[in-house]
């Protein structure tokens, strides 16, 4: 774990969680693996407050724990699962596109809670849903309940691990903590419940009496403060399931500029058929016949099956090998390459790294070191004077733009000794990229961005404090005068309480704010780019 | 001894490399040696592309920010417990709810959990209960203190009973109505307005109409 990796993840937690909760996982982060007492003594904080935070961080899973043989528990944290708190937006809005209002607020309860058993969510959401509806509406749980099943058909939440079932022998002692375990085959099996009712809202007079009566009978059939029916049954969100639907996104929205919109509604549509079928980190979907393309391609489009043919086989001629061709069986079967990585050496330049890193290139160092950049990939090593004469740019800017980048690793020297005493005057010395550590070193970065990022917004928030605590004291006042009917040149006056320069600062500041926040999601972006291509070449034997 | 410094001097900075090889040529100035580490804020060559807007990036944007400041309230988000104080004060008895060390404010299913992370939960229901006896960390006097806390206990279970039946008959849902609504209709013991004081030692039944908490 690099330094920038870890401050990244203390920020993340200090925000979401305090400061207690922070300390503890910093200490996991720090030192590893630990059990309770070492970390007590390492964060210095009281036992009961660590052992709330080791419980907030299990809940949430960004920690877990184990029985070690001597009997103690070691809990561990995981950091790569706290930096995806950045990514928790991006999840909440794809749900929301994919599945609606009920889709992004079941998504986000799972997310703000950890894991949920499914009841709860549904009431949780269909509540929320309820406050946002006009006077006298519900949401009723069934609609809610449908859209939940759905998520769990498609994979986008899945079950948590469960305890397993105790023997009930009192001669057993109970382990320590329980080993959590759950089949594969379970994940995503939704438990048959019926769930009755609707959302209830918190503030409303007309809906007093239905809520005591439908709570009143719930209470006696033994329904909210009872055991739920699917006790034990909890739910989380199945971040790998939204990585490999941004990659699909990314995919396809690559297919479509390269070539054209039809392409990548082919390759879209071949890739929402292999959603659940294809394993995670496989590299390519499973064959599908053009037959079966053809009749799943989606309603509004109307193009012949031998036009689907000549599209399919220019996809696979493409030398980015989009998709492959796999088969002749039923029309001829086809693949979606969805692995990033490199693969042989010999592969051509993955699609979506490298415009990243070019684009990155082309912002921080101009549009001739990009070029450079561009050549080097292309031609995988080259001289000094190649790389003058292919890029057209004069010796002293290329060498002054090689030097560069060499010191910021993005390119290396590779030496090729003519003779076995490796003489200097008697060697080739080539550039090359080395794709791999450009990216390691571009995702180093790219995790300091963030942090900075949020430490500055914190300060600006730190700064203005003084003038946002007046700012909220004058909005209450205004809400309270308003509620109880105040005159408008009484409101004016306090509104005036905030003077002029002031209102400035405060624009300033949400101006400046939200900047940040802006750009810390979209650093996030290159930061999934690069992480899947780290990964993906990493399980490559 | 003096063989140490024998390559300096002669020809400017030899390496082990040709350096024409490299692109250095004759008689080229190389860049003067750097005598301090780069400067803290390196002076800005280009400017960042500009942010893309849009209504997606908007959307996430809002919902950046609304997490976060949802997180905040959430019981998840673990606040240090108020400090002792170093007198007990009458006061303290009205206090509202602070955070406090040796409880966990949302109840967690324990039998996922590893026994000794188990901590006492605390409901959060204001004045609905009889309140704990504060544990006495100074040993007092035993019987006296002991018949003290009894009579006091009675005097709060009166008047927690008669709340206790009020909210009973209201049912759930309007907290902060109810909480009105029984401060003027029972008789208080005292001139302050029972739901603002609260000493946070409350022990009792589920309370089953808090939203913030996650009912199992």
């Given at each position: 774990m690099t330094q920038a990796e870890l401050r990244l993840c203390s920020l993340l937690l200090q925000e979401h969680f305090g400061e207690i909760v922070e300390k503890v996982g910093n200490s996991l982060l720090r030192t590893g693996p630990r059990p309770l007492r070492l970390l007590v003594g390492d964060?210095?904080?009281?036992?009961?407050?660590?052992?709330?935070?080791?419980?907030?961080?299990?809940?949430?899973?960004?920690?877990?724990?184990?029985?070690?043989?001597?009997?103690?528990?070691?809990?561990?944290?995981?950091?790569?699962?706290?930096?995806?708190?950045?990514?928790?937006?991006?999840?909440?809005?794809?749900?929301?596109?994919?599945?609606?209002?009920?889709?992004?607020?079941?998504?986000?309860?799972?997310?703000?809670?950890?894991?949920?058993?499914?009841?709860?969510?549904?009431?949780?959401?269909?509540?929320r849903l309820t406050e946002t509806m006009e006077d006298g509406k519900t949401m009723d749980y069934a609609e809610v309940s449908s859209t939940f099943v759905r998520l769990a058909d498609t994979h986008f939440i899945q079950r948590c691990p469960i305890v397993p079932e105790s023997s009930r022998s009192t001669?057993?002692?109970?382990?320590?903590?329980?080993?959590?375990?759950?089949?594969?085959?379970?994940?995503?099996?939704?438990?048959?419940?019926?769930?009755?009712?609707?959302?209830?809202?918190?503030?409303?007079?007309?809906?007093?009496?239905?809520?005591?009566?439908?709570?009143?009978?719930?209470?006696?059939?033994?329904?909210s403060s009872e055991t739920p029916p699917d006790d034990g049954i909890y739910w989380q969100v199945n971040l790998e399931r939204f990585h490999q639907h941004f990659r699909d996104q990314a995919l396809v929205s690559a297919t479509a500029s390269r070539m054209d919109q039809t392409s990548s509604e082919v390759v879209r549509t071949m890739l929402r058929m292999s959603e659940v079928t294809t394993a995670s980190g496989a590299s390519h979907t499973q064959p599908l016949s053009s037959n079966e393309i053809f009749r799943s391609l989606p309603p509004g489009y109307n193009i012949g099956k031998q036009v689907l043919d000549q599209y399919l086989a220019l996809l696979a001629d493409d030398p980015l090998e989009f998709v492959g061709k796999s088969g002749d069986s039923g029309g001829g079967?086809?693949?979606?390459?969805?692995?990033?990585?490199?693969?042989?050496?010999?592969?051509?330049?993955?699609?979506?790294?490298?415009?990243?890193?070019?684009?990155?290139?082309?912002?921080?160092?101009?549009?001739?070191?990009?070029?450079?950049?561009?050549l080097l990939l292309r031609k995988k090593h080259l001289e000094q004077k190649q790389v003058e004469d292919f890029a057209m740019i004069?010796?002293?800017?290329?060498?002054?733009?090689?030097?560069?980048?060499?010191?910021?690793?993005?390119?290396?020297?590779?030496?090729?000794?003519?003779?076995?005493?490796?003489?200097?005057?008697?060697?080739?010395?080539?550039?090359?990229?080395?794709?791999?550590?450009?990216?390691?070193?571009?995702?180093?970065r790219c995790y300091k961005s963030v942090a900075n990022l949020m430490e500055r917004r914190q300060h600006e928030m730190r700064e203005n404090k003084r003038l946002l605590e007046k700012s909220q004291r004058v909005e209450a006042i205004l809400a309270s005068m308003q509620a109880t009917g105040a005159e408008a040149s009484q409101l004016h006056e306090v509104e005036e309480m905030i003077t002029g320069p002031e209102r400035q600062q405060l624009e300033n500041l949400k101006r400046n704010v939200n900047k940040i926040d802006a750009s810390e999601n979209q650093v996030d972006e290159t930061i999934f780019v690069l992480e899947s291509f780290i990964m993906s070449t990493m399980k490559t034997p | 001894?003096?063989?140490?410094?024998?390559?300096?001097?002669?020809?400017?900075?030899?390496?082990?490399?040709?350096?024409?090889?490299?692109?250095?040529?004759?008689?080229?100035?190389?860049?003067?040696?750097?005598?301090?580490?780069?400067?803290?804020?390196?002076?800005?060559?280009?400017?960042a592309a500009p942010l893309p807007g849009?209504?997606?990036?908007?959307?996430?944007?809002?919902?950046?920010?609304?997490?976060?400041?949802?997180?905040?309230?959430?019981?998840?988000?673990?606040?240090?417990?108020?400090?002792?104080?170093?007198?007990?004060?009458?006061?303290?008895?009205?206090?509202?709810?602070?955070?406090?060390?040796?409880?966990?404010?949302?109840?967690?299913?324990?039998?996922?959990?590893?026994?000794?992370?188990?901590i006492r939960v605390r409901q959060l229901r204001k004045g609905r209960t009889a309140p704990l006896i504060p544990k006495q960390h100074v040993a007092?006097?035993?019987?006296?203190?002991?018949?003290?806390?009894?009579?006091?206990?009675?005097?709060?279970?009166?008047?927690?009973?008669?709340?206790?039946?009020?909210?009973?008959?209201?049912?759930?849902?309007?907290?902060?109505?109810?909480?009105?609504?029984?401060?003027?209709?029972?008789?208080?013991?005292?001139?302050?307005?029972?739901?603002?004081?609260?000493?946070?030692?409350?022990?009792?039944?589920?309370?089953?109409?808090?939203?913030?908490?996650?009912?199992?």
């Open positions: 964060t210095g904080l009281l036992p009961d407050q660590v052992k709330k935070a080791l419980c907030v961080l299990i809940q949430h899973n960004l920690v877990w724990y184990e029985v070690q043989p001597r009997g103690s528990v070691e809990y561990e944290a995981r950091s790569e699962r706290i930096l995806r708190i950045l990514r928790y937006p991006r999840y909440i809005y794809t749900a929301k596109t994919l599945y609606g209002d009920p889709g992004e607020l079941l998504v986000e309860e799972l997310l703000l809670h950890g894991h949920l058993p499914m009841s709860c969510a549904v009431a949780r959401v269909a509540d001669k057993v002692p109970l382990p320590p903590a329980p080993a959590l375990a759950i089949a594969e085959k379970d994940m995503y099996v939704v438990p048959r419940l019926s769930l009755v009712g609707k959302g209830k809202r918190r503030h409303s007079c007309n809906e007093e009496e239905e809520g005591e009566h439908a709570a009143k009978k719930q209470k006696q059939e033994g329904g079967t086809y693949t979606v390459k969805v692995m990033w990585g490199p693969g042989a050496s010999w592969a051509p330049p993955s699609p979506f790294l490298h415009p990243s890193l070019i684009r990155l290139l082309l912002r921080r160092f101009g549009s001739r070191c990009a070029r450079i950049f561009r004069p010796a002293k800017e290329a060498k002054d733009m090689l030097y560069r980048m060499l010191s910021e690793n993005l390119v290396s020297l590779q030496e090729i000794p003519k003779t076995p005493d490796h003489a200097p005057s008697r060697t080739f010395y080539l550039y090359t990229v080395n794709v791999m550590a450009a990216a390691r070193m571009l995702l180093h | 001894l003096s063989m140490a410094g024998r390559g300096r001097g002669r020809g400017r900075g030899q390496m082990t490399f040709n350096v024409e090889a490299v692109g250095i040529g004759k008689g080229d100035a190389l860049p003067p040696p750097t005598l301090q580490p780069s400067p803290l804020f390196p002076a800005l060559e280009r400017r849009g209504e997606e990036g908007e959307y996430m944007l809002a919902l950046k920010q609304e997490l976060r400041r949802a997180m905040r309230g959430l019981p998840y988000f673990v606040k240090p417990g108020a400090p002792r104080r170093d007198i007990e004060r009458y006061s303290d008895k009205y206090q509202l709810s602070s955070p406090m060390d040796n409880a966990i404010d949302w109840n967690p299913d324990w039998r996922r959990l590893p026994r000794e992370l188990k007092v006097d035993k019987e006296e203190t002991i018949k003290k806390l009894e009579s006091l206990e009675k005097k709060e279970e009166e008047v927690t009973s008669e709340e206790e039946e009020e909210k009973e008959e209201e049912e759930e849902g309007k907290e902060e109505e109810e909480e009105e609504y029984d401060e003027e209709e029972h008789e208080e013991e005292t001139d302050y307005v029972l739901s603002y004081f609260d000493n946070g030692e409350s022990f009792g039944p589920d309370s089953d109409d808090n939203g913030d908490e996650a009912v199992y």
